[in-house]
């Protein structure tokens, strides 16, 4: 993992620096679409790559963790690397998998049941090759979906999950390709449906969880969010030095 890493332990208030997030700096949606432009056409992207001790299969187009922090800080606020007590346990849901390492990480350390979507193609087959190499195919699935679309209207999951495309980009700003879709998200219309239909999917006394960082804006969520009477937590966070910016992940839940 690239950078120096500060844990931050649970505090409920939350970090202070997602306050405000101006679309520039840390924030800017157009430096955050030259990540994913540089992500995707590196010429080193790896076809495997390893991270926190095991091997990963990356197909194109696909989000790649072996070129941002995020994932590792994610799978480690989880409790899902090694060493880690992980947060999750029964049926999980796992939206935007990816490459699939959180939710196969999770069926991994004890979920008995794990359901992955993304809303690219490229990412669900990535997923499922994940989990044959795992050895546990048969309690993860993979799902081609746009958030919960695609799944059967009377599943239900202890924890709902989204490692986010955080970056708010204008609502007006059109993807150009599905590798994009990992990075931005035009006027958080996706985070908003995510936290307003996630809380159907539970079980009673289930959890709805979003992997967040300080490139987003966490306040307008919080408003957004407070017109419902509802809010997000801080569980966890974790912060890492990624080139000039000092960005700080967190796991926040949904109360
Ligand atoms: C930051 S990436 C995280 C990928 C993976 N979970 C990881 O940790 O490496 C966000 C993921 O969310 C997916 N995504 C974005 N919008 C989505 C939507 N509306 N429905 C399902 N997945 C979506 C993207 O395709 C991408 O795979």
Redesign the pocket.
Known sequence: MAGDMTRRGPDGAGPTNQGRCPLEGVCSYERSLARSRTARRRTDRPDVFTLHGREWDLLDD??A?PF?P??GV??ELLGLAPGGRPVTQGAFL??????????VAAALTGCDRVVA????RN?VRNTALNAVRHGVSGRVRAVH???FTALPAAERFDTVY?????VMAPPAYRYRD??E???V?PGYA?HL??LREAPHRLTEGGRVLL?FSSRGNLAYLRRCLAEDGRELAVVDASTVQEGPDRVEYTLLELI
Do not use: K
Request: aromatic share 12%.
């Open positions: 696909v989000f963790p941002s995020s994932t994610a799978m796992e939206v935007g998998c990816g490459t699939g390492v959180i939710g979507t993304d809303i690219n990412a979906s746009d958030l989204w490692h986010s495309n955080f599905v590798h879709q990992a990075y998200d996706a449906r995510y992997h």
